[in-house]
């Protein structure tokens, strides 16, 4: 090996029974001595000139003599004015692990003597491996030396080092959205950058993108994530983009027919996905409401439209319902007496109305039976007469009309005398049936039925018939009735006086003619 540019130093192993050793040097290939029986393993040659030695050593022993020659070595000799080449081994792009630099210098001439590195403009330091661990850019300068004193340039190189993934992040509504939803991912890398950015909706495959549309309905998850140009990749981002194109369903149950009180409102509505947020109604055209339920007092055909909204800002389209409300009933108009004479043929007419759900139902009974309006009927009988109308509404209001009539039998009245002076003293009254009474009862009937008056029952013009002894009695039992004077408020005229009794059940009623004339007598006296 060589020490300087004009020594060298040979080496050889040891031989067995060797006393010493002869080294040789070839000149134009003939060997001359240069060292003989030397004890040591090595020999140095000095002051060589600049030219190419070859040498070789033999073995000495005093018991066998010299050995064969070893292997010819060469010491070149050169003027060596070039330095060292250093090259580096280390991660030429960015890089997410530990960097291992490895420095290789070469020298053709003289060799290499040392190298020597330095980080980050550091003291520079002897070596040919070093590692690097901090993130960051480092700038490493290294450079070498040859054994005869040529310096390398100094070299320079950067080791990018970046352990730290991306950050992706995105603004995305965090409420329900009716319309698609772009969505924009927002990436940083401070160190390599930002090299690639993928995502999936609701599990598709990943594509690559910061950029997108989100279309489907429903809550829709986004994940995404980062690679930096250092390879590292970024945790799984996850965000839910909630989507709702549909309007709510606002429904409600009202009666379809009429109401005879006030309708209790209830408007039910849904929305399957971001959920109803508002109710609004309006009753005939009023203002429109916040609510869901209400009372509707209004009679007449009410009409109620309302919607929703849900929280997407979806608006329904107008819902209408009619409500119909009637709180009153059917008005009915009768005319009908309290009194009838007997075969007496009655129209029954009346009138009814109902302006706002209209009339149902109308029943008329006579004494049970059913008839219609106009239908005609005949008194036939004497006695109570019972009559009921009974008007329904199609809210099902009713009005009933009940009324009892009485169905009295006609006489002939005589009053005895026909000029009745204001004075005291008694008239009479006689009572008979008609001809016709006679020849349908026939009059033996009629007798006897005559038997049956209540004299306490008789009256003329409201005043009662005397009822003092048992002729008066006996004379009612045959239609004769006797009246004092003095108990009527007499005016002068001609009056129409009317009769009125009970026949066991029955009534009779009669009416006659009189002229009513002063007392002349007292009218003198005065």
Not at 206 to 223: A, D, H, L, P, Q
Not at 273 to 292: D, K, M, P, W
Not at 511 to 524: L, S
């Amino acid at each position: 090996s060589l020490l300087s540019e004009t020594s060298a130093r040979i080496s050889w192993n040891f031989v067995t029974y060797a006393n010493g050793y002869n080294i040789y040097e070839l000149l134009d290939g003939q060997p001359v001595l240069v060292a003989e029986k030397v004890n040591n393993l090595s020999y140095t040659i000095t002051n060589m000139s600049y030219a190419n030695h070859e040498y070789y050593v033999t073995s000495y022993s005093n018991s066998f003599g010299e050995s064969k020659q070893s292997n010819v070595v060469l010491a070149k000799l050169i003027v060596d004015t070039e330095p060292p080449v250093t090259n580096i081994d280390a991660p030429v792009d960015w890089t997410n692990e530990e960097a291992v630099v490895t420095l290789t210098a070469t020298d053709n001439e003289t060799g290499v003597a040392n190298t020597y590195y330095s980080i980050n403009d550091s003291t520079f330091v002897e070596g040919t491996t070093f590692s690097l661990d901090k993130e960051g850019v480092h700038k490493v300068s290294f450079y070498s030396v040859d054994k005869v004193g040529n310096t390398e340039e100094v070299k320079v190189i950067e080791v990018k080092i970046d352990k730290t993934a991306p950050v992706t992040t995105t603004e995305v509504p965090t409420t329900w959205s009716k319309d698609a939803v772009n969505v924009k991912l927002n990436t940083d890398d401070n160190l390599s950058g930002v090299a690639t950015t993928f995502y999936s909706i609701n599990g598709s495959e990943y594509k690559e993108g910061t950029s997108f549309e989100v279309t489907e309905e429903g809550i829709n998850k986004i994940t995404f994530y980062s690679v930096d140009h250092a390879g590292n990749k970024e945790e799984l981002q996850t965000v839910e983009v909630k989507i709702d194109k549909t309007a709510p369903v606002t429904t409600t149950e009202v009666p379809t027919i009429w109401s005879k009180e006030a309708v209790n409102v209830k408007l039910n509505a849904e929305d399957n996905l971001s959920g109803v947020a508002t109710t609004f109604y309006s009753i005939n055209g009023s203002e429109y409401q916040e609510g869901t339920s209400f009372e509707v007092t209004e009679e007449g055909i009410n009409k109620i439209t309302f919607y929703s909204v849900d929280r997407a800002g979806n608006k329904e389209e107008l819902q209408t319902v009619e409500v119909k409300v009637d709180k009153t009933a059917p008005k009915v108009s009768w005319e009908i007496e309290d009194e009838y004479a007997l075969n007496t043929l009655l129209t029954l007419n009346y009138s009814s109305e109902d302006n706002l759900s209209g009339v149902q139902s109308e029943v008329l009974l006579v004494n049970g039976t059913q008839f219609e309006n106009g239908d005609e009927y005949r008194f036939d009988e004497p006695g109570k007469y019972s009559l009921q109308l009974t008007v329904v509404d199609n809210a099902g209001w009713i009005t009933t009309i009940e009324k009892t009539i009485t169905v009295y039998i006609p006489v002939n009245l005589k009053v005895n005398p026909q000029v009745i002076n204001q004075n005291t003293g008694k008239f009479t009254a006689q009572v008979s049936f008609s001809k016709e009474f006679e020849e349908e009862y026939g009059k033996k009937s009629i007798k006897e039925f005559l038997k049956g008056f209540e004299l306490k029952s008789a009256t003329l013009e409201g005043v009662a018939a005397i009822d003092q002894t048992k002729g008066d009695e006996k004379k009612a039992e045959i239609g004769h009735f006797k009246f004092n004077r003095e108990d009527f408020n007499w005016k002068d005229g001609e009056i129409v006086v009317e009769f009125r009794g009970m026949i066991g059940d029955y009534l009779v009623i009669g009416y006659d003619t009189i002229q009513v004339k002063q007392d002349n007598k007292k009218n003198n006296k005065k």
